[in-house]
């Protein structure tokens, strides 16, 4: 996909490229275009060579990678051949050719063509990577998803994080599920075996103590973050800690449950596991 996407910037590059020439009223050889000769100096061209070149060679990637998908495109040939007067007509190259006006309306529509197949595919690509309900979350964004798993379940929530320390955002997400008894909340903390409170502070175990469902464990060797609720589950990098949630670079992969239910069921089966291999507190 990353090739994909350079190719789109190439095209997007070489339609700027003809659609300065075109619009000079300028007659260039292939040399010139290839040197790019009058461009503005702000002008930063992704492709190299004369255009026609630079298309058939794009055009070959593109059927490399996937030739059903860009059979509708063609290679192009100068038709007629028009070289330079002082080249030596038997010299066939394309660096000697002139680009009429008919050859850059030509290329720069098979150009536009050869983008908007493209760009269209990719688009393809990506929706049904998100259909897949696999997302990738950081940031802002990560912080949201924890806030949206909290906000949006109806039955229960599962917080599972070696080190807690309930961010204000958090708890007042959680206390809004107060007001939903039959709901019921599961967390999983770790580490600090000597001094748990260091993993999962008084004041936090107090606050949890609100839900009348809660059910609290302690797993030593956990290092794993994983969040969820009836309808979707977060992978993430980043404990439930107001420290981490402000200043850390951490990430996330968010499952959704109506779209992938095997990733989501297989994740959930494993972290019922750890839970059921823990400690209630």
């Known amino acids: 996909m990353e090739e994909l996407t350079i190719i789109s910037?190439?095209?997007?590059?070489?339609?700027?490229?003809?659609?300065?020439?075109?619009?000079s009223g300028k007659v260039f050889d292939s040399w010139d275009v290839y040197n790019h000769v009058d461009m503005p100096k702000n002008f930063e061209s992704k492709t190299y060579g004369p255009l026609f070149t630079t298309y058939n060679d794009i055009v070959s990637r593109l059927k490399g990678y996937d030739k059903k998908t860009f059979s509708s495109l063609k290679k192009l040939k100068l038709?007629?051949?028009?070289?330079?007067?002082?080249?030596?007509?038997?010299?066939?190259?394309?660096d000697y050719y002139l680009y009429t006006s008919e050859h850059l309306i030509e290329i720069l529509f098979e150009t536009k063509k050869a983008k908007k197949i493209l760009d269209k595919f990719l688009n393809s690509k990506e929706?049904?990577?998100?259909?897949?309900?696999?997302?990738?979350?950081?940031?802002?964004?990560?912080?949201?998803?924890?806030?949206?798993?909290?906000?949006?379940?109806?039955?229960?929530?599962?917080?599972i994080a070696p080190y807690i320390k309930l961010h204000e955002r958090i708890k007042d997400a959680l206390l809004l599920k107060l007001?939903?008894?039959?709901?019921?909340?599961?967390?999983?903390?770790?580490?600090?075996?000597?001094?748990?409170?260091?993993?999962?502070?008084?004041?936090?175990?107090?606050?949890?103590n609100k839900f009348p469902k809660l059910s609290l464990y302690y797993k030593n060797r956990l290092?794993?973050?994983?969040?969820?609720?009836?309808?979707?589950?977060?992978?993430?990098?980043?404990?439930?800690?107001?420290?981490?949630?402000?200043?850390?670079?951490?990430?996330?992969?968010?499952?959704?449950?109506?779209?992938?239910?095997?990733?989501?069921?297989?994740?959930?089966t494993y972290f019922k596991d750890v839970i059921e291999n823990s400690i209630k507190q």
Do not use: W
């Open 9 to 23: 910037l190439e095209l997007e590059s070489l339609i700027e490229k003809i659609e300065f020439y075109k619009s």
């Open 127 to 159: 929706k049904i990577s998100t259909q897949q309900g696999v997302e990738f979350v950081a940031e802002d964004s990560l912080n949201s998803a924890i806030i949206g798993i909290i906000k949006e379940a109806r039955s229960f929530i599962t917080l």
């Open 223 to 268: 290092h794993a973050k994983c969040y969820f609720n009836e309808k979707e589950v977060l992978l993430t990098s980043m404990n439930l800690y107001d420290y981490s949630q402000n200043n850390n670079i951490e990430f996330g992969v968010l499952i959704k449950k109506e779209i992938n239910p095997s990733l989501y069921d297989e994740v959930i």
């Open 179 to 208: 007001k939903v008894p039959a709901l019921s909340l599961v967390v999983v903390f770790g580490k600090n075996e000597q001094d748990k409170s260091k993993s999962l502070s008084t004041s936090d175990k107090t606050f949890l």
């Open 79 to 94: 038709s007629p051949p028009l070289l330079r007067e002082d080249v030596d007509n038997n010299y066939n190259h394309y």
